[in-house]
């Protein structure tokens, strides 16, 4: 089980999970915070649940998480606090804030893949999925969705990546209380540099991408692009060297050439 008082203990936020909630099963911690529940409306909410029916990923393919050994949860952040924020930049604060957070407690190398993954030795580690709730032009909700996989030691299915969890790489149990509040520290303190310095951010995402300068191929849906992985621009995009033209990719499944 889930201690949520050692948990408690560990957080030092200010307003990144103090309200925390708490589930045994849901459907989808990212569905729930974007449907705008009344207890869902205070920023900073994070909403944990040990199973998700209808856990997903990118593009609505399902995350898979065995029930009781990961952590899987979804942070909820309103207008007032978004405001002014690119939202891609959340997305890249947010897997920086588990790199950091694994590294930190664990010193397990860590890198990057655009757009939204973690890995340890080109073997994926978390995923995240940032969603975002619109009236009219403005954003109302950004809910970043959150997995990570600590005690789990088989996976199933067919994967773009192959799959780890901290407990493969260290062969140890992973105390799921203390890396979460890790996550959410960092998470908080990267919030606030996104607000006074975001060129900060992608410079620590760079440093963390060992792909930049690597020739990639770029998939979405039945369209395959190939060239070399120049960078991200100033809104987290990637910039596709492709001869000797630069093209911007909003989104797409990257993987080696």
């Known amino acids: 089980m889930f201690e949520l008082e050692l948990f408690d203990l560990k957080l030092e936020t200010e307003f990144i999970g103090r309200n925390f ?3 045994d099963e849901i459907e989808s911690t990212n569905s729930d915070l974007l449907a705008g529940k009344q207890q869902y409306k205070k920023t900073g909410t994070v909403l944990f649940a040990e199973k998700q029916l209808a856990g997903k990923g990118r593009k609505d393919r399902t995350w898979q998480s065995a029930k009781g050994l990961n ?3 979804s942070i909820l952040l309103v207008k ?4 002014g924020i690119n939202v891609n930049h959340l997305n890249l604060a947010a897997s920086l804030a588990v790199a950091s957070a694994i590294e930190n407690l664990h010193q397990l190398k860590t890198e990057l893949k655009w ?7 080109k073997k994926k580690v978390s995923g995240i ?13 950004v809910v970043i969705g959150i997995g990570i996989n600590l005690n789990q030691l088989v996976f199933n299915g067919d994967f773009n990546y192959p799959p780890t969890s901290l407990k493969l790489e260290l062969n140890a149990n992973v105390d799921r209380e ?3 509040a890790e996550v959410l520290n960092i998470f908080e303190e990267l919030l606030i540099k996104l607000e006074e310095k975001p060129d900060s951010i992608l410079a620590e995402w760079r440093a963390k991408c060992q792909m930049i300068g ?6 979405e849906n039945d369209k395959v692009k190939s060239g070399i992985f120049y960078d991200i621009d100033d809104d987290g995009y990637l ?3 492709r001869n000797d033209a630069i093209e911007k990719i909003h989104f797409g499944d990257v993987s080696f050439a």
């Open 21 to 23: 909630i708490y589930c």
């Open 71 to 73: 952590l899987t949860f």
């Open 80 to 83: 007032d606090v978004v405001a």
């Open 115 to 121: 757009p939204n993954d973690v890995l340890i030795d």
């Open 129 to 141: 999925l940032t969603e975002t709730s619109i009236k009219g032009s403005k954003i109302e909700r």
């Open 178 to 180: 203390n890396l979460l």
């Open 214 to 219: 690597d020739k990639i191929t770029i998939t």
């Open 239 to 241: 910039l596709l060297k």
